[in-house]
């Protein structure tokens, strides 16, 4: 299995109350490496991308035939996991070119969370981050790792993990190794899972996780080892997006700022998008230190 097990789980503690106390926030975000928002975000417009990605699931016959795909009842005769499969790569393409999946990483609310933890003016990744994971996938959980090995840049890189729809604990969702970036980079192996590498977790680390609701966001430091749990729904899709943030005066490397996997261009996703939307290359204006892949 790619997931490992948690000896010691707590439950998620509310962080919003400290949006208005930046100190504070800063401290928690600084000892913990992680914060958990409650209903940060407009559940109707998470719902709104949660339709458009299941609609492409039904599309591709990744649902049950009949039902609503609202329900994300899984295809029982199907396992499709993240990868070079022809089949995720055709349903992929098609979330990458959903112009509200690149807009809620812009979401003014995630903005401000970051605004008040950096405290100074915040440079959205463009390189956002879909996930979905069938039932009965558990070898292909994401393993235990740290974001930075794949960001590079600035390791005060933090990702915004936000379920798309209810996230029950047996649905699967995040599970952060509370203050684990204290422990700085560390040695990875390959594994089997998205990302493909994974790093050693001490049994006795505490790890923070469990259900989430609509309009829920966890953040993390990229040096906070986190996994995804396995989906012992036996019958539901998960899905979830990454994006990830950090200070605009920071270097970042230019693969941050590129389509994920690299299987489109900017101009293949945005074509049939308005000439004017501003979502489109909102980054490109701006006086950035971008820097090359090592």
Known sequence: MAM???????????????????????RQATEEGYLFFSNLLDSA?????????????????????????MEGLANP?????????????????????????????LDENIIRVFDIL??????????N???????????????????????????ETWTAWIPCGDCPAVLGGLAVAKGSHHQGQLADKEAIGPGGRQVE??????????????????ILHSLTVHQGCDNQSGNQ????????????????????????????????????????DPVKYYWQNWDLQIMGKN
């Open 4 to 26: 490992v097990n948690m000896t010691h789980v707590e439950s998620l503690q509310d962080a919003t109350g400290l949006l208005n106390q930046p100190v504070e926030l800063r």
């Open 77 to 105: 005769e199907l396992l499709v996991v993240e990868g070079r499969d022809p089949r995720w790569q055709e349903f992929y393409i098609e979330v990458q070119k959903l112009r509200d999946f690149h807009q809620l990483a």
């Open 201 to 218: 977790v001490s049994t006795d680390q505490v790890w923070v996780g469990g259900d989430y609701s609509c309009g829920d966001v966890i």
């Open 45 to 69: 417009k998470v719902l709104n991308l949660r339709q458009q990605i299941m609609a492409i699931c039904e599309k591709h016959g990744w649902t049950q035939s009949g039902t609503d795909c």
């Open 129 to 155: 981050i879909c996930r979905l994971v069938f039932p009965n996938s558990s070898s292909h959980s994401t393993p235990p790792h740290q974001d930075n090995l794949y960001i590079g840049g600035s390791t």
């Open 237 to 276: 899709l998960r899905v979830s997006c990454d994006f990830r943030y950090q200070p605009r005066s920071h270097p970042v490397r230019a693969d941050s700022l590129a389509p994920h996997m690299g299987w489109l261009n900017w101009e293949q996703i945005y074509w049939d998008w308005k000439t004017e």
């Open 118 to 127: 950096f405290g100074e003016t915040v440079l959205p990744h463009s390189r």
